[in-house]
Each structure stands twice: as C-alpha cells, then as structure tokens.
C-alpha cells in the first residue's frame, strides 16, 4: 500500500526558511538622523523692535543734566591728573625722592629762605661788605630761583649781587681748579650740570609784570647795594 505525505506538516517550515532567506523580508529601520533630517525647520521669531521711550520735557532736562555732570567731572578729573604730573625738569629735580622728602626738601629750602631774609637784614652787624683787592672789572648776576646758597646764604629769586675780579669775594667763587661759578652765569646747561638747576643770570634783574616780592627783602638789599657779605676777617 503506498505510503501519504501529509503535506500539511511540512509546507509551513519550508515557507518559513524561505522567508528567512529572501532579503526582502523585513524592511530596514530608517536612522534617526534620516527622521531628524527630515522634521521641518523652526522658523526663528522675528525681533520685536523696542518702542521709542518718550519722556517728559522735565525728564529729559534731569536727563542732560546727569550727562553734563558726568562730563564735567571726567574733565575735572583729567585736569586733575594733568597738575599732578610734574614737568620734566622737576622729576629730574627731586629724582630719587619720596613724595615725603620732596616736601621736606621744600619746607628746608622755604625756611633757609625766611633764614636769609633774616640775615640780610642784619647784614651790617654779620658781615664786612668791603671789597678790596680788586681789578676794577665788576661782574653784576640776578637770582632767577629761590634756593641759590652761596656766600654762607640762601640767596631769592630777583636779588642782585655785584662782584669785583680780584676780591675776596670773587676767590670765594673759586672752585679748588680756581674755576668760579661766576663764569656759568650765562651757561645754563653749565648750570644744571653743576646744581641741576638755573640759578643765576648776568645783569640786572628785571621781574614779570606785577611780580611783587618780599618788603622787608627788599629793603635789605637796597641797604646791601648790590654787594655781597664777605665775613670780616
């Protein structure tokens, strides 16, 4: 008797591993940047511009006050800091010093100063203004600047001072070399090489427009006469 194949058994797993072959059989996932990719883009919002801020005419004379003020202080403040720059012939001058010890120097040179005024006053009682020896060639110099100390005094600004070559107080402007000072009265890079400063100039002094000077100073020198103290021997 011939044997039935029952093909009911077999026909769902032959499908089966026909299925598992075909490359069609499952669709591929799409990649997560494909889906991305393809979401319509957001639209940036547009800027809302910012309404014109209106003020009052009482508002905006507070306004342009507080912008003139902030101004002028900027401009005081800058002015400020202008003065406070020394030029450069003072940094040179007090170079090395603190801000203390420049007003130290200051006062020392203030007081030396009033000292002197002191001295001249006194001068006919100090000092024997005679000058004898001399050649008959008389040098006559200015003060330009307080603070000018020769003749064992601190010489001010406008004070003249007449001296005869061949003196004794013509020596006494003789460095060790027997170079004196007197030669640099029209040499003002000589000047500050040897004081670091302009002290003296040749002739009469002749001050500024309405320069005034110290009365008692004054009356001193027209005593004085132009000659300088020379200690009696």
């Known amino acids: 008797?011939?044997?039935?194949t029952n093909t009911k058994d077999t026909a769902?797993?032959?499908?089966?591993?026909?299925l598992l072959a075909s490359e069609d059989a499952a669709p591929e996932t799409p990649a997560v940047e494909d889906l991305v990719s393809e979401l319509p883009e957001e639209e940036e919002p547009e800027e809302v511009a910012a309404a014109p801020v209106t003020m009052t005419p009482a508002q905006k004379r507070l306004a342009d006050a507080r912008a003139a003020r902030a101004r002028l202080e900027e401009e005081a403040r800058q002015l400020a800091a202008q003065q406070?720059?020394?030029?450069q012939d003072e940094r040179d001058e007090y170079e090395g010093l603190t801000e203390e010890e420049i007003a130290e120097l200051k006062a020392i040179e203030d007081g030396n100063a009033r000292l002197a005024a002191s001295r001249i006053e006194n001068a006919s009682v100090q000092y024997d203004n005679s000058?004898?020896?001399g050649t008959g060639e008389k040098i006559l110099i200015h003060v330009v600047r307080d603070g000018f100390t020769v003749f064992g005094d601190?010489?001010?600004r406008g004070q003249e001072m007449e001296i005869e070559v061949g003196t004794p107080a013509y020596e006494r402007t003789k460095d060790v070399n027997g170079n004196s000072w007197l030669d640099l009265r029209n040499d003002k890079a000589?000047?500050?090489?040897?004081?670091g400063r302009e002290y003296i100039a040749e002739g009469p002094f002749i001050p500024y427009p309405g320069e005034k000077f110290d009365d008692e100073v004054a009356r001193a020198d027209r005593r004085r006469n132009r000659s300088v103290p020379v200690l009696a021997i």
Not at 12 to 18: K, R, T, V
Not at 190 to 195: I, N
């Open 12 to 18: 769902p797993a032959d499908d089966f591993d026909d």
């Open 131 to 133: 000058q004898r020896g």
């Open 84 to 87: 406070d720059v020394p030029a």
């Open 190 to 195: 000589g000047q500050y090489a040897r004081w």
């Open 1 to 4: 008797m011939a044997r039935r």
């Open 154 to 156: 601190v010489w001010l």
